[in-house]
């Protein structure tokens, strides 16, 4: 539905305008308010209500006056709201993340943004390390100490979890949930499918033609801590691993819409809309509608690309970075499959106790600690550790002592912990990548703690470097930790011939004794 996405910009509206100061905005900002907390708790979808009786039908709902339908009907026919557009200009503030923070209103945000340009937490919390804030009018350093104390508190009751510990929970509640016998399809969405390395919470989407008793089921799991809401279409329950889940039922034959739909991101379900109305034609989680006609009914989310003239967009590229505009000229990056890689590139695992490894044909074994290290190469024979001979050095960029000792190391390398450098869009991080990118750097991906970021890889796959993921693991497997290095190069548009252990064994070895 879009109702959440319109109540969350009628928010933002409201604060942008109590932002301004003035009498008549404050009036303005309240009846936003109003409008979106009365949006918040609909259970009927906005767009529905419109196609069924028109602005007419809008206006007979509690807090939405004239003006605010209007908006409304804005939205629906072009996926934006001029209004909205303009006041950020003004104000380009991260009203809803900075409001979370007790002793925070949108007055004294845009005071703070006149003052330094603060325009989120990051930003916030700088300036007070820095001690901008107290010498502005109407903070001082009392109030600047207790803001620091208020981020730290907000950020720990929205804490995001990582997700090496969503994704097996998600999966956990995906594989209960189709063994009730009461779903016809279950699927894992949001930002767990899309690999993102936090998740807010855990979406699972199923279809079900016994919705009631699937809600039950859902509901009185192991791992539930409370029950949030319960309905016949959506349930919330609070979870013991510290996130929520949604699970929502839809029509099969809205499934593959919905799937699109709720796997997000935000950003990039506003600019597949609007392509969509440009062709003349509706998105929603209900289908994609040209008419009174969902033609993709009944099909998978792959033809709600097709239709739209796009190559499909796998869910780990759908952030809004340019991956439609290469789908519609058919140039996405060919990104690696989970199971096409074949070993692991970094491993803590005890040879002389091997059992078996799930999926992986040789395993590069940690030789020791320190900057520099050795990782020798094995393979397996009947679940034995065969060591082949073949090395390759690791270095942890976090233990250098300076960054000299990087552009001194010679021969073929891998690093990790590259992050601990700096910030990706820093000269000296890319000045550096863009040198050692030409003595053969691989640039390591510890799948355990999810570093580097996908952000950071991106802002950095212009240069001319190889890839390797390592499960840092003592039990490596491709369904485990393996899982989420792999899912970091997809989400940064790596190509699959970049990453290095997806060369079988011995093609391995050959690459490593030709480029010494």
């Known amino acids: 539905m879009i109702n959440q996405d319109i109540a969350r910009i009628f928010t933002e509206i409201a604060y942008l305008l109590e932002a301004a100061g003035e009498q008549k905005s404050q009036f303005e900002a309240n009846a936003y308010l109003k409008a979106s907390r009365a949006i918040s708790s609909m259970q009927e979808d906005l767009e529905t209500i419109y196609e069924k009786g028109g602005k007419d039908a809008l206006l007979s709902i509690p807090g939405i006056g004239k003006g605010i339908a209007d908006k409304i009907v804005e939205y629906i026919n072009s996926g934006s709201i001029q209004k909205y557009e303009d006041l950020k200009k003004k104000y380009p503030i991260d009203f809803i993340s900075l409001m979370k923070i007790e002793g925070l209103g949108p007055k004294k945000l845009a005071v703070l943004y006149q003052a330094l340009g603060i325009t989120n937490v990051e930003e916030l919390r700088n300036a007070i390390l820095n001690h901008k804030v107290r010498g502005i009018p109407g903070f001082g350093e009392k109030s600047e100490n207790q803001l620091l104390k208020n981020i730290e508190m907000a950020e720990r009751v929205s804490e995001r979890i990582p997700i090496w510990k969503a994704y097996p929970e998600a999966l956990r509640i995906k594989n209960y949930l189709e063994s009730t016998g009461y779903a016809l399809i279950v699927e894992i969405a949001g930002s767990t499918r899309r690999m993102k390395e936090t998740i807010g919470d855990i979406d699972i989407l199923a279809a079900s033609e016994y919705p009631n008793a699937l809600m039950d089921k859902f509901v009185e799991m192991d791992g539930v801590s409370s029950i949030i809401a319960k309905g016949d279409k959506k349930s919330t329950v609070s979870l013991k691993i510290g996130t929520t889940c949604d699970l929502r039922i839809v029509s099969k034959e809205s499934f593959g819409a919905a799937m699109q739909y709720f796997t997000g991101s935000k950003d990039?379900?506003?600019?597949?809309?609007?392509?969509?109305?440009?062709?003349?034609?509706?998105?929603?989680?209900?289908?994609?509608?040209?008419?009174?006609?969902?033609?993709?009914?009944?099909?998978?989310?792959?033809?709600?690309?097709?239709?739209?003239?796009?190559?499909?967009?796998?869910?780990?590229?759908?952030?809004?970075?340019?991956?439609?505009?290469?789908?519609?000229?058919?140039?996405?990056?060919?990104?690696?499959?989970?199971?096409?890689?074949?070993?692991?590139?970094?491993?803590?695992?005890?040879?002389?106790?091997?059992?078996?490894?799930?999926?992986?044909?040789?395993?590069?074994?940690?030789?020791?600690?320190?900057?520099?290290?050795?990782?020798?190469?094995?393979?397996?024979?009947?679940?034995?550790?065969?060591?082949?001979?073949?090395?390759?050095?690791?270095?942890?960029?976090?233990?250098?002592?300076?960054?000299?000792?990087?552009?001194?190391?010679?021969?073929?390398?891998?690093?990790?912990?590259?992050?601990?450098?700096?910030?990706?869009?820093?000269?000296?991080?890319?000045?550096?990548?863009?040198?050692?990118?030409?003595?053969?750097?691989?640039?390591?991906?510890?799948?355990?703690?999810?570093?580097?970021?996908?952000?950071?890889?991106?802002?950095?796959?212009?240069?001319?470097?190889?890839?390797?993921?390592?499960?840092?693991?003592?039990?490596?497997?491709?369904?485990?930790?393996?899982?989420?290095?792999?899912?970091?190069?997809?989400?940064?548009?790596?190509?699959?011939?970049?990453?290095?252990?997806?060369?079988?064994?011995?093609?391995?070895?050959?690459?490593?004794?030709?480029?010494?």
């Open 268 to 516: 990039h379900n506003i600019k597949l809309r609007r392509l969509a109305i440009g062709k003349g034609m509706k998105l929603n989680e209900y289908g994609l509608f040209s008419g009174d006609k969902n033609i993709v009914s009944g099909m998978p989310e792959e033809k709600v690309y097709e239709t739209l003239d796009l190559a499909y967009i796998p869910p780990e590229l759908r952030e809004d970075r340019g991956e439609i505009e290469a789908a519609a000229q058919k140039r996405l990056p060919e990104i690696v499959q989970y199971g096409e890689v074949k070993g692991d590139m970094f491993s803590k695992m005890d040879v002389s106790n091997i059992k078996n490894i799930t999926g992986i044909s040789y395993v590069f074994v940690d030789s020791g600690d320190g900057p520099l290290t050795d990782l020798y190469m094995y393979t397996f024979d009947g679940g034995r550790a065969v060591k082949t001979g073949a090395s390759i050095k690791a270095l942890d960029c976090s233990k250098l002592n300076a960054v000299s000792e990087l552009k001194s190391a010679s021969g073929v390398i891998m690093l990790y912990n590259i992050d601990s450098l700096g910030l990706p869009e820093s000269a000296a991080v890319q000045n550096l990548i863009e040198k050692l990118s030409k003595s053969g750097i691989i640039v390591l991906i510890n799948s355990s703690d999810v570093r580097p970021t996908s952000d950071f890889l991106y802002s950095l796959r212009k240069y001319d470097f190889k890839v390797a993921i390592g499960s840092f693991s003592d039990e490596p497997s491709l369904e485990g930790s393996m899982r989420f290095g792999i899912g970091i190069t997809r989400r940064a548009w790596i190509e699959k011939n970049r990453i290095i252990n997806t060369l079988d064994a011995n093609a391995l070895m050959s690459y490593l004794k030709n480029s010494q």
